[in-house]
């Protein structure tokens, strides 16, 4: 961070996290930011939902990333979390560690955060500032109808494995950030950069997949990493054509194909969504995806049985060992 100016906690949080908003009268936020604590009010008949995330400077984004990137990233991975749930977002509190309260760092950060936050509906009801380590956690809380939540447990034996989006993106953009990576290809370059600092979630896409879809959950650790969790979850095997992955045309552009496959498998931090969908409700889910202008693509099964099992072109594959970890 940089910048001659540095701020009070609480001219810091009223100048930056308690401007107005177009969800700032939200009727539902009987009070917000600048109390103990905030007061909502939940729909009838829904059913809370709530997550929360940290991200960590060095760790889940380098130290010199930009500020509104920062911000932006920070509510989109707990977006995310509300999507696999088919849930409609609403509020958040941040929790907000920095070095110093730089103003023009905190001024980039806020615009991220508070455009993604307005995009979804989002209002930030409260929270807590201090000196440390940059480090950003946010909860998200939102609902859905009682009782109609996706979980991962939800799938069933025969239901098809889709995604959204594409894979594998975000790890590309991460290695060229850091210079691990490199190409002449800009307009590649620029997409795939983009696809890791400013990630979308599907939120909407979430939403019209409830009711359809058995089971869901967001891919932030890389299919490797993720999957397991679902059909241990559901009590099944999961079987998948690493063929079939969805890589974007920026991605395909550059021929790193071997690696490119590694990054949809392992990488992490795509944030699309992996959904369980019985056979006869497939196309309906893809109508919900076209309206969205969003890919779709199935990449296997759910059978009888335990463990991931991966082919390519029609034999066994060896997948990498494990996806991303907080703790490797």
């Known amino acids: 961070m940089t910048g001659a100016k540095s701020l009070g906690e609480f001219e810091l949080i009223d100048r930056f996290f308690s401007r107005p908003s177009s969800v700032a009268a939200r009727s539902d936020v009987i009070l917000g930011v600048g109390d103990d604590a905030a007061l909502l009010c939940m729909p009838a008949g829904a059913d809370l939902v709530a997550a929360v995330d940290t991200v960590v400077a060095g760790r889940h984004f380098p130290l010199d990333s930009d500020a509104r990137s920062i911000g932006h990233r920070a509510l989109a991975v707990n977006l995310s979390d509300i999507a696999a749930m088919g849930a409609t977002p609403a509020w958040a509190t941040l929790a907000l560690t920095m070095p110093r309260a730089d103003e023009q760092w905190l001024q980039g950060f806020a615009d991220g955060l508070m455009a993604l936050a307005d995009a979804h509906g989002v209002a930030l009801v409260g929270g807590d500032t201090t000196s ?126 071997d690696q490119a496959r590694d990054w949809a498998l392992a990488a992490g931090d795509d944030y699309e969504l992996l959904l369980a969908v019985p056979p006869t409700r497939l196309d309906e889910l893809s109508d919900a995806a076209h309206r969205l202008d969003l890919k779709l693509t199935a990449i296997g099964e759910l059978r009888r049985g335990n463990g991931v099992h991966w082919t390519l072109d029609g034999r066994a594959f060896s997948a990498p060992a494990h996806g991303y970890d907080h703790f490797l």
């Open 132 to 257: 440390g380590h940059l480090t950003v956690s946010i909860q998200i809380m939102g609902h859905v109808p009682r009782g109609t939540a996706m979980l991962r447990s939800g799938a069933r034996e025969g239901d098809l494995l889709v995604v959204t989006g594409t894979l594998g993106d975000a790890g590309a953009g991460l290695a060229l950030v850091t210079a691990r990576m490199a190409t002449d290809d800009r307009a590649a370059s620029d997409h795939l950069i983009e696809r890791f600092e400013y990630p979308i979630p599907r939120v909407q896409f979430g939403i019209a997949a409830r009711g359809i879809a058995n089971a869901a959950m967001d891919l932030s650790d890389g299919l490797v990493g993720d999957l397991p969790k679902l059909a241990r979850a559901s009590g099944l095997a999961a079987h998948v054509d690493v063929g079939r992955l969805p890589l974007s045309r920026a991605m395909q552009s550059l021929g790193w194909d």
